[in-house]
């Protein structure tokens, strides 16, 4: 037990300079704290395992990386070299110069989120998007919610409760990270009619849907994330439209992504469109803000009048309304569509467009930047539930390297971290993905990484 008393006092530690650092940068309270778990720790380890008592400097050490390890977040920014552009894990879309300054603009002090500075009176804070999104897609009315699964909650809550709604059984899908269709459909209390096969639906599967009393709604929900190929029909959404207005019931299409341009120009698949969704005649559709918008997370809810006043009346309405960081970056987001700018100024469009020689001279210009690595012919992917097997080809920077592994642990240790991609046991960086302003880093990082692998 004499040991113990070699132990340094909390206050001899805070003499030392290392010590008065923490404080000036961590704070008194959280830097006592680290002294006292760490000798704590100490005293505990002495008793129970006969460890012998450190020297002060190990004691600090840990006292350091105890406040480091307290302070650092872990939610931080990456660069995404894999060529996924809507990478879910890595935050799905990011967001356009003009949405940051408008979130800056707006939240750095206070703002007019529910404010009419005409009559000095309270505002709307769906306001400040809807005329923007009925001007871009031409429906009636809109509302913002938080995200897209919830607007389809709110949806089928508000109209369909205790009410049945006919889906296909080729649309009950499961989108990623628990989001099923059909779960959403039970938590909302409305009754899943289901209709047609996994792989084939016909009109007269939902004519007979009809036979039943209480259907309220038709609801079609995009495969976001997989493709259905062989053997398999599906009536078109206006032939669907068509069958449910015969019969006064209205038709829910969640589109998923929600893409307001057309990604077949640039070489994909064709996206469903919102305008084509509300033209097919759909009257309600819901999207993510996320996505194929390349806004920040939000669900976006266009069509009829009616329907959405009764939306903005439920309860849940209030639960998941849009904050004003959301409603700044999504009007900021709307407007370059409003303007034309999407292509250039929303990055998820400017990667989708960026030319296959400009991206090789992205990639020649790191290969020759780093001395070693070659070019090869590869494929991005879009990605964040948007057209599933689809790929745009890219030109990426390829490195043989004995451990691969190794280095890829290496890569997501600098800061910011890089996420790249193994290929044919070769790392790749697709430079799709990687926004100009991070390849300075980017190759700073992998410059760091080589080294760091090639000493012993
Ligand atoms: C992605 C997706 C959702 C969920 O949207 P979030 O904005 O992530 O909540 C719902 N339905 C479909 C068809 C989707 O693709």
């Known amino acids: 037990m004499s040991d113990l008393r070699s132990l340094p006092s909390v206050d001899k530690l805070l003499k030392t300079p290392k010590v008065n650092k923490w404080i000036a940068a961590f704070g008194r309270p959280l830097t006592l704290q680290a002294i006292r778990v760490e000798l704590d720790e100490t005293r505990r380890e002495h008793t129970i395992n006969r460890s012998p008592i450190p020297t002060i400097d190990t004691l600090l050490d840990g006292i350091g990386s105890r406040l480091s390890g307290w302070t650092a977040s872990s939610l931080q920014a990456v660069i ?13 879309a990011p967001l356009s110069h003009s949405a940051l300054q408008a979130i800056q603009e707006v939240s750095a002090g206070y703002c007019t989120l529910e404010y009419d500075l005409g009559r000095g009176t309270r505002g709307s804070r769906s306001m400040h998007t809807e005329d923007l999104l009925k001007r871009l897609t031409g429906a009636e009315a809109a509302l913002v919610v938080n995200n897209n699964a919830s607007a389809l909650l709110l949806i089928l809550s508000a109209l369909a409760r205790r009410r049945g709604v006919v889906i296909a059984r080729s649309q009950l899908v499961e989108i990623g990270g628990g989001f099923r269709v059909p779960d959403v459909m039970k938590q909302s209390g409305a009754r899943l009619v289901e209709v047609g096969t996994t ?29 259905i190929i062989g053997f ?67 669900g976006i809810i266009l069509g009829h009048a009616g329907l959405v006043a ?3 009346k439920h309860p849940l309405a209030r639960a998941i309304r849009a904050d004003k960081l959301c409603l700044a970056a999504l009007s900021a987001t709307l407007l370059l569509y409003i303007k034309d700018e999407a292509l250039s100024a929303v990055p998820v ?36 539930g948007s057209l599933p097997g689809e790929t745009l080809p890219s030109r990426i920077l390829a490195l043989r390297v004995d451990s691969p592994n190794r280095l890829l642990d290496r890569l997501r240790q600098f800061t910011p971290p890089i996420i790249a991609r193994l290929q044919d046991d070769l790392i790749v960086f697709d430079p799709r993905t990687v926004l100009p302003e991070e390849e300075e880093q980017l190759l700073l990082g992998l410059k760091f990484a080589i080294n760091d692998l090639e000493t012993p």
């Open 310 to 312: 009764k939306l903005k």
């Open 349 to 384: 469009w400017r990667m989708i467009a960026e030319p296959l020689d400009q991206l090789q001279a992205r990639a020649q210009r790191w290969v020759e930047n780093l001395g070693l690595g070659e070019i090869i012919p590869g494929q991005s992917t879009v990605g964040g």
């Open 80 to 92: 995404n070299a894999t060529g996924v552009i809507l990478h879910t894990n890595l935050g799905r």
């Open 199 to 227: 792989n084939r639906v016909h009109l007269a599967d939902y004519q007979q849907a009809l036979q039943e009393e209480s259907i309220v709604l038709f609801l079609r929900a995009h495969r976001s994330n997989f493709q």
């Open 232 to 298: 398999t029909s599906e009536p078109s959404l206006s032939e669907i439209a068509n069958l449910a207005h015969s019969s006064g019931i209205p038709i829910v299409d969640d589109l998923g992504s929600g893409s307001l341009l057309d990604t077949a120009r640039f070489g994909l698949g064709h996206e469903p469109m919102v305008q084509e969704s509300l033209a097919a005649g759909a009257d309600l559709v819901c999207f993510s803000g996320d996505k194929l918008l390349g806004g920040p997370q939000a």
